[in-house]
């Protein structure tokens, strides 16, 4: 276990603000700071950060929270001592020699070298005698040797051993090989999970290869096989190549969709240029491409498929401060062919006259109606107005709505008319659906004002949500739990394990903060942690309420196992029901 006396070092020098306004862009409002979660999709920001007293962060719409670290483990998908570590590398701390790794963290290091050792195994395999169809073909595809060697391109050899028989001659388990995915288990032991094909090493923004892509020599298979998700990778989470683009200087990228095509726009001299691993855009990439840059020019392949791609990645940078072009690939399947059809003088006047998103999701409900016909051009302006609807700009909107007036000759003030009657309608459903995500589990209150709390009206799993952000609130009224209440009465596995952090702090007289809390805790169970915080801050809690809540949790209406599987709407009405069969007899 770390030391809380250097976790508190780190604290002082990780402030939440900074860390987090890193990746996400915060706002402030009075005493708290808002953004656009980077967990989840929304439009309307709900992740909120709380910088006075308890540092935490807290989403209310996917209900994700913490602590400065639980923030590093959620964004980096890192363990919690891979978290501290990342932290203290930034604030310059070194790390207690008395940090334990736990074994995730140890299975991700052996799998890191083991990804390493069979790149250069690839790579070999490549330059060597076993790899001449393989130069052959990434000859015929235009790249160069440079190119290849920057790329660390590799060739798998068509065997079923090659490369475990070489992982095992270095030391590493087949337990490891699996881990990694670079082998696959069958009747008779494992086996090369590539063969026969070109393969692409995946690298994370740090250099470590984390994965492989592997393009088929033969009709055998897919075209294109990518690792699966291991300890060190998730191709949701990762781009292609943004190790080499992030560092490329202008805050805009370009987004491609496979791997050869990013390798020819590298040669090209677009160095800025990305790709997804083998599906659509995510909600994640999206986000990480958000992070560096502040416009992305979207160069997918000209047919339906890539058209289709690019609307879905429009919607998702819609959701984000990122603004969008997309390249009208004429006369070519994609980057790499019309580059070497037109050479890239051509390309770049693409990106320069790239459609805006806007005006490319016009295009598209133009293509889906038939505007030579009444019917279609009013089919047309619906779907118009409803697009117009999701824009939050009033110049962007006004601008649009007056040139497709002027292009249909329709009256400019009834399009407008029907927009604004749909953004109404949408933000009303908004409305409800942010004050459902709001509710708290405790008893609405007016700001500063007590609960009045009777046991008779409230669940065991509603007292015991109460009882813990009391005692976050109020750490000395501890003194009076212990000969009262033990983490056995509760009915919610998680609500035991956070009341069991908190008290072993509070049993050392240490403040319950929540970055001492996240070593203990999982980050799911962060997460329920600040909500209670978030949900309780304008509640003054008083020491009477304390039996009243110690009252509650004790009086179970039913087992602690079917309780556990519970709700804490489901806990507070079965607790209410059975109270009230108990009050009648």
């Not at 292609?240 to 370009?254: Q, S, W």
């Not at 049993?507 to 970055?515: G, K, L, N, S, V």
Request: charged residues 25%.
């Amino acid at each position: 276990m770390i030391p809380e006396s250097f976790i508190e070092r780190l604290k002082d020098a990780s402030d939440i603000e900074e860390t987090i306004s890193s990746y996400v862009p915060l706002k402030r409002f009075g005493r708290l700071l808002k953004g656009l979660c980077p967990f989840h999709s929304e439009k309307t920001p709900s992740f909120t950060v709380y910088t006075d007293g308890q540092q935490h962060f807290y989403c209310f719409g996917c209900q994700k929270g913490g602590d400065v670290i639980t923030f590093i483990r959620e964004i980096e998908n890192l363990e919690y001592v891979e978290a501290v570590r990342l932290l203290a590398q930034r604030a310059g701390l070194p790390m207690p020699e008395d940090a334990a790794d736990d074994g995730t963290s140890r299975l991700k290091a052996r799998v890191l070298e083991l990804n390493r050792t069979a790149a250069r195994f690839f790579h070999q395999c490549l330059i060597d005698e076993r790899g001449k169809d393989a130069r052959v073909y990434l000859a015929g595809r235009g790249l160069s040797r440079r190119t290849v060697r920057n790329f660390g391109l590799g060739f798998a050899p068509d065997s079923w051993d090659a490369l475990t028989g070489h992982l095992a001659s270095k030391g590493f388990t087949q337990e490891e090989m699996l881990a990694a995915a670079v082998a696959s288990q069958g009747r008779r032991g494992i086996y090369d999970q590539f063969r026969g094909r070109v393969i692409f090493p995946i690298l994370d923004l740090r250099g470590n290869v984390v994965g492989f892509g592997g393009r088929a020599m033969s009709d055998r298979g897919p075209k294109y096989l990518n690792s699966g998700d291991t300890p060190v990778f998730k191709k949701s989470r990762h781009l292609y190549a943004l190790n080499f683009a992030k560092d490329d200087g202008p805050d805009k990228l370009l987004l491609a969709e496979g791997y050869m095509d990013v390798i020819a726009l590298h040669q090209a001299g677009f160095t800025n240029a990305v790709a997804t691993l083998g599906t659509a855009l995510t909600a994640d990439q999206a986000r990480l491409i958000s992070q560096y840059a502040k416009s992305v020019a979207i160069a997918y392949d000209s047919y339906g498929a890539g058209q289709n791609a690019a609307r879905r990645a429009i919607n998702l940078f819609s959701q984000l401060e990122v603004q969008v072009s997309v390249l009208d690939i004429q006369g070519a399947k994609d980057p790499d062919d019309y580059i070497k059809a037109f050479g890239a003088h051509r390309f770049q006047n693409l990106i320069d006259s790239g459609k805006s998103a806007l005006s490319f999701e016009i295009d598209k409900l133009k293509s889906a109606r038939d505007m030579e016909t009444p019917e279609g051009k009013t089919a047309f302006l619906n779907d118009f107005c409803r697009l117009m609807a999701t824009i939050s700009s009033d110049i962007q909107r006004d601008v649009y709505l007056s040139e497709i007036a002027r292009e249909l000759e329709v009256d400019k003030e009834r399009l407008k008319t029907t927009t604004e009657a749909i953004r109404k309608k949408r933000a009303g459903t908004a409305k409800r659906r942010q004050a459902h995500n709001l509710k708290p589990f405790v008893q609405d209150n007016p700001a500063g004002k007590s609960p009045m709390v009777k046991p008779e009206e409230l669940g065991s799993a509603v007292a015991e949500r109460s009882l813990i952000a009391m005692l976050m609130q109020n750490p000395d009224y501890y003194d009076d739990i212990p000969s009262k209440l033990t983490d056995e009465d509760f009915v919610s596995s998680d609500h035991a394990a956070i009341f069991r952090a908190i008290c072993a702090q509070l049993e050392h007289h240490r403040i319950p903060d929540p970055i001492y809390l996240s070593a203990y805790l999982s980050t799911a169970q962060m997460g329920i942690l600040s909500q209670m915080l978030a949900t309780g801050k304008e509640v003054a809690y008083k020491r009477e309420q304390l039996d009243e809540f110690i009252q509650a949790i004790k009086q179970k209406p039913t087992s602690r196992e079917e309780m556990a599987q519970l709700s804490p709407q489901e806990a507070y009405q079965r607790a209410l029901e059975s109270r009230k069969r108990r009050s009648s007899t």
